[in-house]
């Protein structure tokens, strides 16, 4: 087991940041950590890389206990912080020869990182020269030096640019593949993009741990149809196999329904046996977005 959390909550003072959170992740996994601003994300990471203490609970490494043993933990675990902390003054070697000698990391290794990150071109400018794209790079560079087991990354996507977005994600899904990364962010498309599993927590509460292809394979489907008509609430609720519903201002109804067949075509018989007219009918797959959503608004 790569990461091991039992129980931890965590308070600042009477905020209360984490509540009882548990979850295991094994090596080769990729998880998308995911949760609304203040959810308790940061402080997850803080906690699980040793910079902070939880209130309560414990934290496991690669067996190595992080809060008996922050410093042999962090020997394993790569961590880009939200506000990527760089010395822009620096030279991008320069900084990553400084973050070779604080982890004791043989120089030869520098130019191999330099070269899996992309920075083979900048490596000789400035940090402060750099793009916000490059300058991420940097950090993951300085993250991976000592070849670490478990890679955590906050945000590690945010501001990129769009191009710069589709290559950190590949370099993310690369890494990957040999260690156990967790990484937090808000775009749905980059967790289904680039993530084997996913981790939902509002308000410090764990939410959703699952498989993302568990995820999609619910048997959910959301139909927005318009009638010429307003409906009341409880006409809708005849509809066979309903999960939820919801309507707009206008004449639009946005209904879940749990089948596997189609349910389109019931929606249409349902509309012709009370003589309503169908404006528009339009159906949508439940991802990740929408259930995000739904778990966390
Ligand atoms: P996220 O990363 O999901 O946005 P955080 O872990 O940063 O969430 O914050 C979780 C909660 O803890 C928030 O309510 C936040 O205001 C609070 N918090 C975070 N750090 C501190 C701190 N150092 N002192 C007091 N409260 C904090």
Redesign the pocket.
């Known amino acids: 087991m790569s990461i091991k959390v039992t129980s931890v909550s965590k308070n600042?003072?009477a905020?209360k940041?984490l509540s009882e959170v548990s979850f295991y992740a094994d090596k080769g996994q990729v998880i998308g950590f995911l949760?609304p601003?203040?959810?308790?994300?940061?402080?997850?990471m803080k906690i699980l890389t040793g910079f902070i203490k939880p209130s309560s609970g414990e934290v496991f490494v690669d067996e190595i206990d992080v809060l008996k043993n922050p410093l042999e933990a962090q020997k394993i675990i790569g961590y880009l912080p939200e506000h990527n902390p760089l010395y822009s003054d620096m030279y991008v070697r320069e900084y990553l020869q400084f973050q070779a000698a604080v982890f004791k990391v043989d120089k030869n290794e520098i130019q191999a990182c330099i070269e899996k990150v992309g920075l083979t071109n900048e490596a000789h400018k400035k940090i402060n020269q750099l793009s916000k794209g490059y300058q991420q790079r940097v950090g993951l560079a300085a993250a991976i030096l000592h070849n670490p087991k478990v890679l955590i990354l906050d945000e590690p996507t945010t501001g990129l640019d769009p191009n710069q977005l589709v290559e950190i994600r590949e370099l993310i899904k690369e890494l990957g593949k040999d260690k156990t990364v967790l990484f937090?962010t808000h775009i749905m498309q980059e967790v289904e993009a680039v993530c084997d599993r996913v981790i939902i927590i509002k308000k410090?509460k764990l939410l959703i741990d699952k498989k993302l292809s568990e995820l999609k394979e619910n048997n959910q489907q959301i139909i927005e149809v318009a009638f010429d008509y307003k409906l009341e609430e409880q006409f809708i609720k005849k509809l066979p196999n309903i999960v939820s519903y919801k309507n707009n201002y206008d004449n639009t109804w946005y209904i879940t329904f749990e089948s596997d067949e189609d349910m389109r075509p019931t929606v249409f018989d349902f509309a012709q046996e009370n003589g309503l007219k169908i404006l528009s009918l339009n159906t949508k797959n439940k991802n990740l977005e929408t259930l995000f959503r739904e778990v966390t608004v």
Do not use: D, R
């Not at 601003?37 to 997850?44: E, I, L, P």
């Open positions: 600042y003072k905020q940041a949760g601003n203040g959810a308790g994300k940061s402080t997850m937090s410090g």
